[in-house]
């Protein structure tokens, strides 16, 4: 696919709040397994992938570095810290990666919440990056999209979803790109995810198609959802 490294990032240094847990959604075990690590399976099997990035904070640090080397995950896999923010995150994760890859080697930004991707939308991503694009893993709106007011009350416009794609990881890019707009990561003001800062910064994005497979764990309902699917699955 790539005659450079691909190497993802596996964003694990949330709170899931939204998921009302007692401890952040990606770290709950399923079928003896933590959630982020049918994530990492994913990118582990895969044979164009190098070497993964795991993001913790500073509290699962230990925790997830002992696990990896726990599981013989540790030839392929190596542990960082996050910051307060996704975006720093980020950004920490490829200050940290700086030395120790090419400019032109592929970096896969993933949600760990997202456990399902799959192959093809790895493979894809690779693809769309290594042409020197910005990929951007994304699925067409299907339901009716409707803009309300800041009061969440009162309804503002109904969108065309003909026009609305809905935005899901991994959003990959050549280390070289990230060097480019290096100083958008360090702004104060707080992006949801990469391509925004790309967009910001003048870049174009291309498309990889996603599906509704790989969604991401936000609440109680899409962990049962993730239950149903690996069930399902056996």
Do not use: W
């Not at 760990?112 to 799959?118: E, K, T």
């Amino acid at each position: 696919l790539s005659l450079h490294d691909a190497l993802p990032i596996l964003l694990m240094a949330g709170k899931g709040e939204r998921a009302e847990t007692t401890i952040p959604k990606q770290y709950i075990i399923i079928d003896g397994k933590p959630i982020y690590e049918y994530c990492l399976l994913q990118f582990y099997r895969n044979k164009n992938i190098d070497k993964i990035i795991l993001v913790t904070d500073n509290i699962y640090y230990d925790k997830v570095k002992d696990y990896i080397s726990l599981q013989k995950y540790d030839n392929k896999c190596e542990v960082t810290i996050g910051g307060k923010s996704r975006k720093e995150s980020v950004l920490n994760a490829l200050i940290y990666l700086g030395n120790k890859i090419d400019k032109e080697d592929i970096v896969l930004v993933h949600d760990s919440a997202r456990p399902l991707v799959d192959e093809t939308i790895i493979n894809d991503n690779i693809k769309v990056a290594s042409c020197n694009k910005i990929a951007v893993t994304a699925i067409k709106a299907t339901s009716t999209l409707v803009e309300i007011d800041t009061d969440n009350k009162s309804t503002k416009n109904y969108l065309d979803r003909s026009k609305i794609m809905e935005i899901q990881t991994p959003q990959s890019f050549k280390f070289s790109k990230f060097l480019k707009v290096s100083e958008y990561y360090r702004e104060k003001s707080e992006q949801t995810d990469d391509s925004q800062i790309f967009f910001k910064a003048g870049e174009k994005l291309e498309f990889v198609k996603g599906n509704c497979f790989n969604f991401k764990i936000t609440t109680m309902e899409d962990i049962k959802l993730f239950m149903t699917i690996m069930n399902s699955k056996m």
